[in-house]
């Protein structure tokens, strides 16, 4: 499951965002890259335990949980704190697939990465180049949102992101585990949400059927859900 | 799972098979109980490999197939040959669960018992007592519906048929192997149908959230289903 889900910041905030991000000190990307990744992965990021990257990454959590389609789609369990970075001319992230467990730095919280988050803080005609390439098996998605947009997709894939040739390209990216581990069961569930919440705007909340559906989302949830 | 489903047998069969019942020869119907329901089983059997036996069963079976409600709420892999029972004043069935795993003699097939199903064959004036009484997750629950409905009920619930203080109870008894094991996941999917079945008379089956629905049932019955 891949969704994009637009405006998840406004374009005010991602505005303040990138004024945040302007002043702040960026080091090598490589300092949270797996052994693989740190081969292919040539961009700058802010540091993860800096003061910019971590109020910029409350707020944009905050900006997350209100975000009904977000939730509905990921059911984060956990959430590692946003990581920032930037692409310039000559940067870009070979194909790689992201770490399975990843520890939260100074803290003893590990999360498994079930879902990997791409947050758009740069508009498409800043930069050329510089797509969220994501592969499958039968072939590849190609990304690059408009800033504010975000998309969520299956941390078991292969991805990269292009060189970028022109421009600079901003982005927040970060995983999350999910209460539903397994992404058919997960899929499922959101499938049922957004039908639930179609029929209850025509039929109303009370309407049996859509009661009697929401007892069997909330079931599917207990019987899939880590909480 | 307990489900009881109205006129699972019309009325002119029920009349049908009552007369060959009649007609047939009986035998103890100790021959298959379990070796822990054997001691608390009193009550008589049409022979199981009983041409009678086999013809009823057949016929049963293909209106229970036809049951939009029955179909639903079992989702049956494997059918077990139905056995036709009689109790007599003084009879009864102790509680018990049902075997686990039943082997055919006849066709040397084996299923794993996940329901059972009583189509009781005499009218509730016809007998005091025999109530069919069922241990179920909210409580103990008894039936003693017209003859021509099924009640259908989890295998390992621990279940009994009340001794009959008068006159002559008939029934069959069913055991199914359902496509979908655990019975929390077959109910979670029982309702979803029903709720689809209600909805699809009011906003057409090409509904968009209906397919939507549609697909989250084919879809969970993939997620479990043995086939």
Known sequence: MLICIPE???????????????????EDGRSTAGSQSSLVKNNLQ?????????????ELLDALATSPMFVSA?????IFPPLFNRYGAGHGFGLHVDNAIRGVPKTSVRIRTDLSVTLFLSE????????????????????????????????TSLHLVREVTRGERLASFFWLQSMIRDNVARALVFDLDQAIQSLSARLGPADPACVRLTAVYHNLIRTWAEA | MLVHVPRALAKDEVAYFRD????????????????????????EQLPPDSEVSRKLGGRLLGALLANPTFVGAAIPLRIF?????????????????????????????????????TLFLSDPDEYDGGDLVVDDLYGSRQFKPPAGD???????????????????????????????????????????DASIQDLAPRVGRDDPDLRKLAGVYHNLIRYWGEA
């Open chain 1, 46 to 58: 802010l540091p993860q335990d800096g003061r910019a990257a971590r109020e910029l990454g409350d």
């Open chain 2, 150 to 192: 099924l009640v259908l009920y989890a295998a390992g619930s621990l279940h009994m048929v009340a001794p009959v203080t008068r006159g002559v109870r008939l029934a069959s008894f069913i055991w199914l192997q359902s496509m979908i094991r655990h019975d929390e996941a077959r109910g979670l999917i029982c309702d979803l």
């Open chain 1, 124 to 155: 498409p005609e800043e930069y050329d180049g510089g797509e969220l390439v994501i592969e499958d098996r039968v072939g590849q998605q190609e990304l690059k949102l408009a800033a504010g947009d975000l998309v969520l997709y299956p941390s």
């Open chain 1, 74 to 78: 990921a059911l984060p369990l956990k």
């Open chain 2, 20 to 43: 060959a019942m009649a007609a047939a020869r009986w035998e103890d119907g100790a021959s298959t109980g379990g070796a822990n329901s054997g001691f608390v089983k009193k009550n």
């Open chain 2, 81 to 117: 040959p139905p056995l036709f029972n009689r109790y007599h004043e003084g009879d009864h069935f102790d509680p018990h669960v049902d075997n686990a795993i039943r082997g055919d003699p006849l066709t040397g097939a084996r299923i794993r018992v996940d329901l059972g199903a």
């Open chain 1, 8 to 26: 998840v910041l406004s374009k005010q905030k991602v505005a303040q965002f990138r004024e945040a991000m302007a002043n702040a000190d960026w």
